[in-house]
């Protein structure tokens, strides 16, 4: 869903979350999250490990940055783009 968009308060299923669409969404449900409330408390930079291990490949890691994104909107913050927070994971991984 396009950030603009995003009402966390009717936010129910994972395509209502910012920057996630149907792909997201599978991407999501590998690991097990089934709803926006499984988000809450989860480390994006641990989902995207988890993502690289059950699909047996390296994931773009532009995808940290969408897993920020959501992590963080259900923690209560704005919905942002997902590319926000791309100089935040190159600060705490390096580039890549």
């Known amino acids: 869903m396009n950030p603009d ?9 994972l395509t209502d979350l910012p920057n996630i669409g149907k792909a997201g969404a ?4 590998l690991l097990g999250i ?3 409330e499984d ?4 480390d994006p930079y ?12 390296k994931h773009d890691p532009c995808v940290i940055d969408v897993f920020i994104s959501i992590t963080r909107f259900m923690g209560g913050d704005e919905a942002r783009p997902w590319w926000v927070y791309t100089s935040e994971r190159k600060n705490a991984l390096g580039p890549k």
């Open 26 to 29: 599978s991407d999501l449900k």
């Open 5 to 13: 968009k995003a009402d966390r308060r009717k936010t129910t299923k």
């Open 46 to 57: 641990q989902m995207y490990e988890e993502l690289c291990s059950a699909t047996g490949q």
């Open 34 to 36: 089934t709803s926006p």
């Open 39 to 42: 988000l809450v408390g989860r």
